[in-house]
Antibody, heavy 120, light 108 residues
Framework: EVQLVESGGGLVQPGGSLRLSCSASGFTFSSYAMHWVRQAPGKGLEYVSAISSNGGSTYYADSVKGRFTISRDNSKNTLYLQMSSLRAEDTAVYYC?????????????WGQGTLVTVSS | SYVLTQPPSVSVAPGKTARITCGGNNIGSKSVHWYQQKPGQAPVLVIYYDSDRPSGIPERFSGSNSGNTATLTISRVEAGDEADYYCQVWDSSSDLWVFGGGTKLTVL
């Protein structure tokens, strides 16, 4: 069974930093693109970032470009999201998501999410 | 950037058919995926590549995509189908994935 478990969320002050982790199991992690998607309280889904299977390609939404960095360690089956210069509008549940083997593919499954709250 | 437009809400009586639309410029030329999200839970894939169903998703869920509109159809709606539904595509012009704003399905 595929499992994705996020960690690292919490309360952080505006301008601060936080690193999210996603531990993956149940599939060949190194064969799949991985994604981060967020959802602000009471709002819809917002795409955040993606990384190719070997880490060679990364993608970022304009809203986080230059502030967030996605990375992965295929030897540890772990995905990361380093977030810096955090703003109140970054407050959201952050989901780790398994992609597919093709760029246009679907997202499945999703982790349970970790809440990031940016507030003073 | 590419925009996907969904109606904020759709209401349907139990046993009837619900249709949730996802509008986008020439969306018929793209692959559309659909997700169901129940309150307090993570999204779940219900349709991929316009009309394919993952294992475990009831046959009542189907999808279509043509022109400027993709549609998620839920037949014989049940109370348990009440949820938010999101469409998604890959936008090659921006190299990013895009979600629709979501549609809240209410079962009357």
């Amino acid at each position: 069974e595929v499992q994705l478990v996020e960690s690292g969320g919490g309360l952080v002050q505006p301008g601060g930093s936080l690193r999210l982790s996603c531990s993956a199991s149940g599939f060949t992690f190194s064969s799949y693109a991985m994604h981060w998607v967020r959802q602000a309280p009471g709002k819809g889904l917002e795409y955040v970032s993606a990384i190719s299977s070997n880490g060679g390609s990364t993608y970022y939404a304009d809203s986080v470009k230059g502030r967030f960095t996605i990375s992965r360690d295929n030897s540890k089956n772990t995905l990361y999201l380093q977030m810096s210069s955090l703003r109140a509008e970054d407050t959201a549940v952050y989901y780790c998501v398994k992609g597919s083997t093709v760029t246009t593919g679907w997202f499945d499954p999703w982790g349970q999410g970790t809440l990031v709250t940016v507030s003073s | 950037s590419y925009v996907l437009t969904q109606p904020p809400s759709v209401s349907v009586a139990p046993g009837k058919t619900a249709r949730i639309t996802c509008g986008g410029n020439n969306i018929g030329s793209k692959s559309v995926h659909w997700y169901q999200q129940k309150p307090g839970q993570a999204p779940v894939l219900v349709i991929y590549y316009d009309s394919d169903r993952p294992s475990g998703i009831p046959e009542r869920f189907s999808g279509s995509n043509s022109g400027n509109t993709a549609t998620l159809t839920i037949s014989r709606v049940e109370a348990g189908d009440e949820a938010d539904y999101y469409c998604q595509v890959w936008d090659s012009s921006s190299d990013l994935w895009v979600f629709g704003g979501g549609t809240k399905l209410t079962v009357l």
